[in-house]
């Protein structure tokens, strides 16, 4: 029999029927999903080792290949493609069977909280150590609708069609650099920034008002032949950390910094030196259900947290 007549295959209900290991069927789902064995760990807080394992007792179990395994990555047999999207919407029911009965349990109910890995880090995990939510770094677009998630913090222009966003905050950059790097200029940002080496924020996805050394600098009237020269970075968290090392002045986002400049590891060159910008970070909800009691109480708590970080201004 085939893998998708298999793991398709309904049961009539007699007792003593056997199962498939849940745990396998949830590896498999997930590599279907995500794509690979790699991404699949990641999702199910699990080492890629431990996920294989799955696949292979699910494959045992079977006795049917289910992944075609191609160098370091794999691909689904005809059979297991034809089989994932009915465990896709199985393990998306159960999720939604889950959430329910979480909303059952009223407020005291843990949140699942997704947001981008830099903020989760930086900035919400040091506010949010007291509470009983548990933070979800860098989630799939898709876990929100399927139950994942209770909650889902982007950082983006918006809108976002299908989802009700809250905007909880804005964001800035700024020059910033390690107070040992500062101390032979005496405060003079610009001499410093005419010798200092310069660390370059190239990751993916940043605003386009964000800007680069060249286009900061050109509003100033300064310029540098080197502009290219120095560090280049594609998270902006390791910008943050670079910066703090001493590697040379960054171009910071403001709230990834916050801990950093708190601690005295970084201090901004330039009082008028802030270009806020346009994107900002958003609450997102789905608009084809309510939030959860302990939800709603937790995007409560989110836009206290930052309201003191929007009073003090970019």
Not at 181 to 197: F, T
Not at 243 to 248: H, I, P, V
């Amino acid at each position: 029999m085939a893998p998708s007549e298999i793991l398709n295959n309904e049961s009539d209900g007699r007792p003593g029927e056997p199962l498939l290991p849940l745990n396998a069927l949830r590896a498999f789902e997930a590599v279907a999903r995500r794509g690979s064995v790699a991404a699949a760990a990641r999702e199910l807080g699990v080492t890629s080792g431990a996920v294989s394992q799955q696949i292979r007792l699910l494959e045992d179990v079977l006795k049917v290949r289910l992944l075609e395994r191609q160098g370091r990555g794999v691909s689904l047999t005809v059979g297991a493609a034809g089989a994932a999207p009915a465990l896709n919407e199985a393990f998306a029911r159960l999720s939604e069977a889950s959430l329910r009965l979480r909303q059952e349990a009223g407020s005291n109910a843990r949140v699942r909280l997704g947001a981008p890995g830099p903020l989760a880090a930086a900035w919400l995990a040091p506010r949010l150590k007291d509470h009983e939510i548990d933070l979800i770094a860098d989630p799939a677009a898709e876990d929100l609708d399927r139950f994942r998630l209770d909650l889902d913090i982007r950082y983006g222009p918006g809108p976002w069609p299908g989802y009700r966003a809250v905007r909880l905050m804005t964001e800035s950059v700024a020059p910033a650099a390690a107070p040992q790097l500062m101390a032979p200029y005496g405060g003079d940002w610009r001499a410093a920034l005419g010798a200092l080496p310069l660390i370059h924020d190239v990751s993916p996805g940043r605003d386009p008002a964000q800007p680069d050394w060249r286009a900061w600098l050109e509003r100033r009237r300064m310029d540098r032949p080197d502009i290219a020269a120095g560090d280049h970075y594609a998270r902006p968290e390791h910008v943050v950390a670079a910066a703090a090392a001493g590697r040379g002045a960054a171009l910071v986002r403001r709230s990834l910094a916050e801990a950093a400049v708190s601690r005295g590891e970084l201090i901004s060159l330039v009082a008028d030196g802030v270009t806020a910008l346009d994107w900002g970070y958003y609450i997102l909800t789905p608009e084809t259900r309510p939030a959860p009691r302990a939800a709603r109480t937790v995007i409560d708590r989110l836009m206290a947290l930052a309201e003191p970080f929007e009073a003090a201004g970019v």
